[in-house]
């Protein structure tokens, strides 16, 4: 009796911690979070989701996954969690409600190197060296004042721009828009980032040009490689690792020398100071606000020229083609401009703030084609975004590209109309809406060339409506899209042959 009470015992004892041990592992292994992910769509085994990060149109391929499971998702490569944002809504939501958390883009890919690497300013945490940088850029570059500062500089290059086509036109020569854009930007970029003249002459623009279309190109793979878990990425980036320091290696040779060549001439500035010698000041200065280094400055640089050349080119290229398919915009910009400029000068960036209708249309243009359609962000800490628990240290991509003609937010959202801009901001509502026009992102991490960008892009399609009609083969541009690199450029680029609308060049003095 005594044996069959002890055994009994025994296997009660058993049972509980049998039960105590199988609640401890559901616990530890099995039982779900408290918290509501956001709706993750099926996946592959081990790849998760990367064969749609792996697709020719990405930003088309997220707006298919938004469309069917959710403008918040839940995404992942092998075991690196990503959130996609797809909405107007949530975008609005992110960038009001946890803009600081996520003013950070994730650690930086390749370390050495001058781009994406750790003295990168794109890269840089939201921190000390980030608002140092950013408050010498906006001082003495891509502020208000600055910008006033450099007009010079832009007028001669636009109307080389308007010269160079002039003469296209007296030749009948077709002309490859983008090719012209990218002239414009980059050679206009180099001079206003570098400074001294002697550039041209030593070729440094033209190298530039080239260096900056090779970094378009190897953006997606370090972007790629970055979203991968940590053993994998190592992997990934070492195949490419020669790419990258190639490219990184001539942009220091070429920096450098523009460096040495600034520190030479000090003392002949008699224009005042640009945007390398108050860096270099700072790299000399014992008790500056940040001490940087001379990596620092040339991946600074590096960083100004990926982030705003082909940028800006592209949709120069874009908003052509929209204004050449829609007749009735052409009429009606080119009557602003006959009005305001008139017909026997060139428009001038003092002009813009006049042509209402001109900036609807570069606005526009912007909105059905950002340059940039996906951009990064990383949380810093866990927060919840549309009713869902965004983890720490998550990757957030935002399609700005769909949020941008998200129905809800846009009549008619695939359509090229112009006028919607010319109403909106005209109340509290419509301000609101504004927040949900993110072609430069937005918040402390937003594009900080945005001023610098609308005067170009603003110029350019004004110099090429005021100055020229196009004569293009076709009825309609085809206006199917292509991603290089990140950047969303079309497919077909657009090749037309001007015709000068005055006999004789105009000029903007
Ligand atoms: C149409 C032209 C341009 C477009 C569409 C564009 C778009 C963008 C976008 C989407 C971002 C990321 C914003 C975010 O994360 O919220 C960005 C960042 C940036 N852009 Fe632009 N950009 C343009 C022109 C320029 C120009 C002309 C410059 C300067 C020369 C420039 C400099 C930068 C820099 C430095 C950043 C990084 C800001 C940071 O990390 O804090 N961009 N741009």
Not at 81 to 97: D, K
Not at 286 to 306: M, P
Not at 438 to 447: D, H, N, T, V
Request: hydrophobic share 40%.
């Amino acid at each position: 009796m005594m044996a069959t009470i002890i055994v009994d015992f025994q296997n009660c004892f058993i049972f509980i911690l049998l039960c105590f041990f199988s609640l401890l592992c559901y616990t530890l292994f099995f039982k779900k979070p408290k918290v509501t992910l956001p709706p993750c769509p099926p996946s592959l085994p081990i790849i998760g989701h990367l064969h749609i990060f792996l697709s020719v149109l990405i930003h088309r391929s997220f707006h298919k996954l938004s469309s069917r499971y959710g403008s918040i998702l839940y995404l992942r490569i092998f075991g690196s969690p990503i959130v996609l944002v797809s909405s107007a809504s949530v975008a609005y939501e992110i960038f009001r409600a946890h803009d600081v958390n996520i003013s950070s883009r994730g650690f930086p890919p390749t370390e050495d190197s001058l781009f994406a690497g750790s003295f990168s300013f794109i890269s840089a945490p939201y921190g000390e060296y980030m608002k140092f940088m950013k408050k010498v850029l906006v001082t003495n570059l891509l502020g208000t004042q600055a910008l006033k500062r450099s007009r010079r500089v832009r007028a001669d290059e636009l109307d080389r721009f308007y010269d160079n086509l002039f003469e296209k036109a007296a030749k009948k020569e077709t002309v490859k828009i983008f090719d012209e854009a990218l002239k414009l930007t980059n050679d206009s970029i180099c001079k206003l980032i570098m400074g001294r003249c002697g550039l041209e002459e030593e070729g440094v623009v033209e190298r530039v040009k080239g260096l900056v279309t090779e970094l378009d190109v190897l953006s997606k793979k370090i972007l790629l490689a970055n979203m991968l878990p940590p053993w994998l990425k190592k992997l990934v980036l070492s195949l490419f690792e020669k790419e990258v320091k190639a490219l990184s290696n001539s942009f220091n040779e070429l920096l450098e020398k523009v460096l040495v060549e600034h520190e030479e001439k000090q003392e002949e500035h008699h224009h005042g100071k640009d945007l390398m010698d108050m860096l270099l000041a700072a790299y000399g200065d014992e008790n500056a606000e940040y001490k940087i280094t001379r990596d620092h400055i040339k991946s600074f640089y590096v960083d100004l020229l990926f982030a705003g050349v082909t940028n800006s080119a592209i949709p120069i290229e874009w908003t052509l083609a929209e204004i050449i398919n829609s007749p009735k915009t052409l009429e009606r910009l080119r009557g602003e401009l006959d009005s305001v400029v008139g017909t026997s000068r060139l428009i001038q960036e003092t002009d813009l703030p006049n042509l209402p209708y001109l900036q609807a249309v570069v606005k526009e243009g912007l909105r059905l084609h950002p340059p940039e359609p996906v951009f990064e962000r990383f949380s810093q800490q866990g927060c919840k975004v549309g009713g869902f628990y965004v983890a720490e240290k998550t990757s957030l991509m935002v399609n700005a590209y769909v949020v941008m003609r998200d129905p809800n937010y846009w009549e008619d959202p695939d359509e090229f109309k112009p006028e919607r801009f010319l109403d909106m901001w005209k109340d509290e509502e419509r301000k609101k809406q504004a927040l949900k026009y993110i072609p430069f992102g937005r918040g402390r991490r937003g594009c900080p060339g945005e001023n610098l960008a609308y005067i170009f892009i603003g110029t350019a399609i004004g110099v090429m409506v005021q100055g020229f009609e196009w004569k293009f083969k076709e009825e309609k541009v085809n206006m199917e899209e292509a991603l290089a690199g990140l950047s969303l450029i079309m497919a077909h680029p657009l090749k037309c042959t001007p015709v000068a609308r005055t006999l004789n060049p105009l000029t903007s003095r």
